[in-house]
C-alpha cells in the first residue's frame, strides 16, 4: 500500500462573530480492515464511523487518524490525519437583545461543520480500494506506540482475526480460552521484540473492536478472541478493551 499523505483539514469558522479557541481536545484513530476476508463497507458500519467522528467534534479540536488494516499495518507512515479546530461565539459582537438569538444560528452552524467534517472522514475511509490477503492486527500497536495525542481512543472495525505470519487464526482457531490468553501473550511479547516496543503504552485510553454483526453466531469462538485481544493490550498496559457487532 502506497503511504498515505497527512492533510490537514482545520475548520475555522471564519465568519466575523467567531472566534478560533482550543480548550479541550479528542484524539481518536480509526483502523479500518481492508483484507479480503472482510466484507465492504455496510450502512451500518458507515454510521458507526460517522457517529464517533461526529462525537469527537463536540470538543474544540480533534484528532482523527485514519488507518487501515493490512500487511502493513506497522507503517508508523500509512495514516491519513484530519485536524478539527472550532470556534466559540463572540458575544461582544452584538447588541444585547441580538445576542440569544445570534446563539441559536451559531450553534446551528457548528452543527452543520462537525456533519461537513465527519463526512469528509467517512468519504476517505469508503472510497479507499485495497484488498489484502494478510491481516495485521496485532502490528497495530507499532503505530499506536508513536502516538503523540494524549488519552487517545482506538476503534478496530475488523473481524478480529489475524492472519499474518505472526498468527493464522483462519487456518486454526483456539479451542479454549487458556490456549487464547497463552497465544496472547506469547504474541504480544514477539510483537515487542521485533519492533522494540515499551512495556506501556500510556496514552491510549480504550481500544474498540467493532465486529460484523454475524460474529455474534460463532459463539466460544468470539469469547476465545475477545480474551486474547484482550490479554494483547493489557500486555501494554491497555486494559479497557471492549468489543461491539454492528
Known sequence: MKNIVIITMTLFFCATPLIAVAQNENHIVIFNDKSVSVEDQTDTQNRRIFEIVNNACKAKKATIEVR??????????????????ESIFNASLYKKEDIEREKQFFGITIKRKRKRFAKSVLEFIKTYKAKARATEILTSLVPLSQTTGKNVDVYFFTDGIESSE?????????????????????????IRRKFGLPKTISNISSATFVLPLDMEAKGDILSYLESYWKEVFASFGITKVTFETL
Open 68 to 85: 487501515f488494516i493490512n500487511q502493513k499495518t506497522s507503517s508508523i507512515t500509512n495514516v491519513k490525519t484530519f485536524f478539527y479546530t
Open 166 to 190: 505472526y498468527r493464522q487464526m483462519d487456518r486454526r482457531s483456539f479451542q479454549n480460552m487458556q490456549e487464547a490468553v497463552q497465544s496472547a501473550k506469547k504474541d504480544a511479547e514477539r
